[in-house]
């Protein structure tokens, strides 16, 4: 007698309708960012004619709020996470649409584009906290490392492509109104975030310690994870490289000889 199949079939986090939500969403609004990270510095160097100072200042401060990441996790574990998610997408996508409204009526400056790059790195740090936060409500503990696997895969073909298409979005049509597209990336995944359904379990607020508390605590277990602790440096040291690369570029490639 042919003996049968033991154990059920594992299930991926595909098939979860709220994780399909926010791959897509989370797809969308990394290729919305790339195309921005090309388009603002286009556009302060070959519009506004920035100097390598000023070009230096809107890459600092877009990563600036990245300083804040530990403020954003804690504020993700204490309320619900979805409204985060589109709150912080239509922050961006808000900001955004200031920039070819401005550039139509001749005001835009230097330093609306350096409000606007905070605004998207505050936005970003948020959303990130949040998205992150949500996803083990969204599969189950034997799907995560599927759906991070998903996520990662997505987020770098993501990139990539957005890249290519500010690239060409902002010779064909010019930076100001390249940005348009990455402010509708912003309202898509708004869209997807309203339209995507999961459980969400807080806990009592009385019952936890304060938000300073939450946030040390965090931080005195990665000082005692060494392979914790290793890979945030090397993501640091990433970090600071890639924004240093994001201030040459703009300004030596774009600016005539």
Partial sequence: ?????????KTTAWSRPAFRFLLVAESVTLSGAAVSTVALPALAVLELRASTTEVAALAFLGQLPNAVALFAGALSDRHPK??????SDLAAAGALVTIPAAALAGALTIGQLCAVAIVLGAAKVTHDAAAISLLPAIVDPDQLQDANSRLGAASALADSAGTNAGAALVGAIGPARAVLADALSFLVSAILMWRMRVPETLTVSGARPGMVRDIAEGVRYVARQPTIRTVIAALSTLSFGLAIMDTYWAYYLLVPA
Avoid: D, K
């Fill in 1 to 9: 007698m042919t003996g049968g199949v033991t154990g059920a079939t």
């Fill in 82 to 87: 979805r409204p985060q998610l589109i709150a």
